[in-house]
């Protein structure tokens, strides 16, 4: 084979300066990945399908619905709204929604998203990618409250008119906790403000069927609801999300996105968990979630050195602070427990210690009984050496 020739070539001088300055995104599963996992606040009970069907595969040759008409009908049936008045967004998880609604509403290297930390990390990560501004309003993290700081967003949004979209995460995550519907409604309402409000419901299934604002979309023209098969339905394999808002703003982001991004296969396995049977098992899978949630606060409640969990407990995780030998939240301890349980324990929960009012805390996703008891146990074990 010829030699190539020799010429200057510089990779960092042709990636967008926003691109090159990304650090990879660290995801739960980057530290540890085997063992009893309860750190990435997936369904531990399993997939809400009903009885294995043998899938079909005999269409596989044939490019997916591009529209997924019957999906959408479903989505819209499951949360009781109009197919018709209403606008569906289908896409690979509601990370691709988050990353469409940046994309098709802020100009990179000009505009803003605002975020209330504590919160999802992708909102920082989809504006990075897109050269798109961050401002955070943190959330008044005073007691564990975790709710929306409206005045100070509407101060925000009146000093930077650069900002294109707030992200509001509902319930919470690393939170746990619903926000306040006044104060949802107060920032679709700021006068000052003249962008798109996402409101993320990733836990929303997890909550009494009136906390969702799903159904405020026929209301406010502003308004994007993204929900997800990934938690409640236990499907985070599939990536399957949803963007639930206006017929308008569903048009365009379905004009921008790629032809046939849901794949057959994760469609197929959407309607079946969306069917009678499916929906079934995941109510089901949910009361036992939310049951061995309340079994596992109250025992957490019994190990020394953890204080009581912060936030509201509204999805399917908690977040439980650990104590130093004086009773504050310490974050060199939380994160040697959260070494040694992965390490040692073969337990995987995950330390947010960093985060805004999250301080020494350790955030758990609600296991089956057994996988309770076993992280229980070890906790205990490891807390019981340092009391
Ligand atoms: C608040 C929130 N939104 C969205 C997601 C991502 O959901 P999906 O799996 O649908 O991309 C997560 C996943 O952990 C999340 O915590």
């Given at each position: 084979m010829s030699s190539v020739p020799q010429k200057a070539f510089s990779l960092q001088s042709i990636v967008r300066p926003n691109i090159w300055a990304l650090k990879p995104y660290r995801c739960a599963r980057d530290d540890y990945s085997t063992g009893i996992l309860l750190d990435a606040n997936e369904n531990t009970h399993g997939p809400a399908l009903p009885p294995p069907e043998a899938l079909s595969t005999s269409h596989l040759n044939r490019y997916p619905d591009p529209h997924q008409s019957l999906l959408k009908s479903l989505v819209a049936a499951h949360r009781g709204l109009d197919a018709a008045s209403t606008g569906f967004f289908v896409g690979v998880g509601s990370d691709e929604c988050l990353d469409l609604v940046v994309r098709v509403f802020c100009v990179p290297g000009k505009e803003k998203v605002l975020v209330c930390p504590p919160t999802y990390g992708m909102y920082g990560v989809v504006a990075q990618v897109n050269d798109v501004g961050?401002?955070?309003?943190?959330?008044?993290?005073?007691?564990g409250r975790f709710q929306l700081r409206v005045d100070e967003i509407a101060a925000a949004v009146e000093a930077n008119p650069a900002i294109k979209v707030i992200f509001l995460c509902h319930p919470g995550n690393p939170t746990g906790t619903l926000l306040a519907h006044d104060d949802i409604r107060a920032v679709l309402e700021l006068q000052a403000f003249h962008g798109i409000v996402v409101v993320d419901e990733a836990y929303?299934?997890?909550?009494?069927?009136?906390?969702?604002?799903?159904?405020?979309?026929?209301?406010?023209?502003?308004?994007?609801?993204?929900?997800?098969?990934?938690?409640?339905?236990?499907?985070?394999?599939?990536?399957?999300?949803?963007?639930?808002?206006?017929?308008?703003?569903?048009?365009?982001?379905?004009?921008?996105?790629?032809?046939y991004n849901v794949s057959t296969p994760a469609s197929a396995l959407a309607l079946s968990a969306l069917s009678a049977a499916g929906l079934t098992t995941m109510r089901t899978h949910v009361s036992s979630i939310l049951a061995q949630r309340d079994a596992l606060i109250s025992k957490l409640g019994t190990v020394p050195r953890l204080g009581p969990t912060i936030g509201g407990n509204d999805a399917n995780f908690?977040?439980?602070?650990?104590?130093?030998?004086?009773?504050?939240?310490?974050?060199?301890?939380?994160?040697?427990?959260?070494?040694?349980?992965?390490?040692?324990?073969?337990?995987?929960?995950?330390?947010?210690?960093?985060?805004?009012?999250?301080?020494?805390?350790?955030?758990?996703?609600?296991?089956?009984?057994?996988?309770?008891?076993?992280?229980?146990?070890?906790?205990?074990?490891?807390?019981?050496d340092l009391a």
């Amino acid at each position: 084979m010829s030699s190539v020739p020799q010429k200057a070539f510089s990779l960092q001088s042709i990636v967008r300066p926003n691109i090159w300055a990304l650090k990879p995104y660290r995801c739960a599963r980057d530290d540890y990945s085997t063992g009893i996992l309860l750190d990435a606040n997936e369904n531990t009970h399993g997939p809400a399908l009903p009885p294995p069907e043998a899938l079909s595969t005999s269409h596989l040759n044939r490019y997916p619905d591009p529209h997924q008409s019957l999906l959408k009908s479903l989505v819209a049936a499951h949360r009781g709204l109009d197919a018709a008045s209403t606008g569906f967004f289908v896409g690979v998880g509601s990370d691709e929604c988050l990353d469409l609604v940046v994309r098709v509403f802020c100009v990179p290297g000009k505009e803003k998203v605002l975020v209330c930390p504590p919160t999802y990390g992708m909102y920082g990560v989809v504006a990075q990618v897109n050269d798109v501004g961050v401002t955070a309003v943190p959330l008044d993290v005073e007691g564990g409250r975790f709710q929306l700081r409206v005045d100070e967003i509407a101060a925000a949004v009146e000093a930077n008119p650069a900002i294109k979209v707030i992200f509001l995460c509902h319930p919470g995550n690393p939170t746990g906790t619903l926000l306040a519907h006044d104060d949802i409604r107060a920032v679709l309402e700021l006068q000052a403000f003249h962008g798109i409000v996402v409101v993320d419901e990733a836990y929303i299934d997890f909550c009494d069927q009136g906390a969702s604002v799903v159904s405020w979309v026929a209301r406010y023209p502003n308004l994007i609801v993204t929900q997800t098969l990934s938690k409640a339905f236990g499907l985070a394999g599939i990536r399957l999300g949803a963007a639930i808002t206006t017929p308008e703003i569903a048009q365009i982001l379905n004009s921008a996105k790629a032809p046939y991004n849901v794949s057959t296969p994760a469609s197929a396995l959407a309607l079946s968990a969306l069917s009678a049977a499916g929906l079934t098992t995941m109510r089901t899978h949910v009361s036992s979630i939310l049951a061995q949630r309340d079994a596992l606060i109250s025992k957490l409640g019994t190990v020394p050195r953890l204080g009581p969990t912060i936030g509201g407990n509204d999805a399917n995780f908690v977040l439980v602070p650990v104590l130093d030998a004086q009773g504050r939240p310490s974050n060199p301890i939380a994160k040697s427990v959260y070494r040694a349980m992965a390490e040692q324990e073969g337990v995987v929960v995950r330390f947010r210690g960093e985060e805004l009012g999250c301080e020494g805390c350790l955030r758990v996703t609600v296991g089956t009984e057994e996988e309770n008891g076993v992280l229980i146990e070890k906790l205990r074990g490891l807390l019981a050496d340092l009391a």
